[in-house]
C-alpha cells in the first residue's frame, strides 16, 4: 500500500518541466507536515525531455532544485535517492511501485513522485498540453491509498509507440507520426479511464481532482501503444 499525503499540480506553461515541477514541490512540501528533509527518495515519471535528454535522471536535476541533501554520500551522511521511470502514460504507477519498494529500504520515510513531460524541441509533432503532478507519498498515514495495481500487456500493439529519429537537414531528433491505440468502450461506469492522449502527469492531475474519499476509487490508463495498468484506491 502507498498513500499520498499531499499533491499539486499545474499546467507546465513557458517556465519549463523542473521549475514547474520543482515550484510545485516546495509548495505541497510547505503545506504538508512534514520536513524537506524527510524525503529520502524522489522519482520522476514521464516520458519526454528537453532535447530528449535522459541522463542524468530528470529527478537529480529535482533534488539540485529543492537543495535536498546534496552532499557528499559517506556512511554518515543522509542521502537521498533520485532516479527517473519512463512507460508511457502508464509512468505514475510504475513510480508508485517503484516508492514502494524504496521506502521499504529506508523504513519512516518519504517519497516525493514528480510527473511531467516538455515538448522536446521546436521540430517535433506535439499534440499535448502537458500538466506537472508532484506527491508526497510513504507507507502509512492518512490520504488516498493504492491497494492493488495489475498491468495488462494484452493489446500492446509496437506499430503505435512513438518512433524518435534524427533529421540531419535540422540536425535534430524529431517526434514521428504515430498511431493511436483506439480504447475499449464496454467500460464500468465506477471506473476512471483516462483520455488515451493524456501524459502522465494529466493523468494523475484528473484522477485526484475527482477523486472519493472513504470510496473504492479505480482509475485505468490506456497507453498509446495499448497496454492498460488499473489500479485500485481506497
Not at 513557458?14 to 520543482?22: Q, T, V, Y
Not at 542521502?79 to 521511470?85: E, L, M, N
Not at 509507440?161 to 504515430?178: A, G, P, Q
Request: hydrophobic residues 35%; aromatic residues 8%.
Amino acid at each position: 500500500m502507498v498513500v499520498v499525503h499531499g499533491w499539486k499540480s499545474a499546467p507546465i506553461g513557458r517556465s519549463g518541466l523542473l521549475k514547474s515541477i520543482a515550484a510545485l514541490s516546495k509548495k505541497v512540501i510547505a503545506e504538508s507536515p512534514i520536513n524537506l528533509n524527510d524525503i529520502s527518495v524522489i522519482i520522476h515519471g514521464g516520458v519526454y525531455r528537453r532535447n530528449f535528454r535522459v541522463e542524468p535522471a530528470f529527478a537529480t536535476h529535482v533534488q539540485d532544485a529543492l537543495g535536498l541533501k546534496c552532499t557528499a554520500m559517506s556512511p554518515e551522511s543522509r542521502h537521498c535517492f533520485s532516479f527517473d521511470v519512463s512507460d508511457g502514460s502508464c509512468s505514475p504507477y510504475v513510480a508508485f511501485d517503484a516508492a514502494k519498494h524504496m521506502l521499504k529500504i529506508k523504513p519512516g520515510g518519504y517519497c516525493l513522485i514528480t510527473l511531467g513531460d516538455e515538448r522536446p524541441n521546436a521540430q517535433s509533432n506535439w499534440p499535448y498540453k502537458p500538466i506537472s503532478c508532484v506527491m508526497i507519498v510513504s507507507l502509512e498515514g492518512n490520504g488516498p491509498r493504492l491497494t492493488t495495481t495489475k498491468y495488462d500487456l494484452a493489446g500492446f500493439d509496437e506499430s503505435t509507440c512513438v518512433n524518435m529519429t534524427y533529421n540531419e537537414k535540422k540536425s535534430k531528433n524529431v517526434i514521428s507520426t504515430h498511431n493511436v491505440i483506439k480504447p475499449p468502450t464496454n467500460l464500468p461506469d465506477s471506473m476512471f479511464v483516462g483520455e488515451v492522449n493524456w501524459l502522465s502527469g494529466q493523468q494523475m492531475h484528473e484522477f485526484l481532482s475527482q477523486f472519493s474519499p472513504g470510496a473504492t476509487n479505480i482509475h485505468q490508463i490506456i497507453d498509446q501503444s495499448g497496454k492498460i495498468v488499473t489500479a485500485t484506491w481506497k
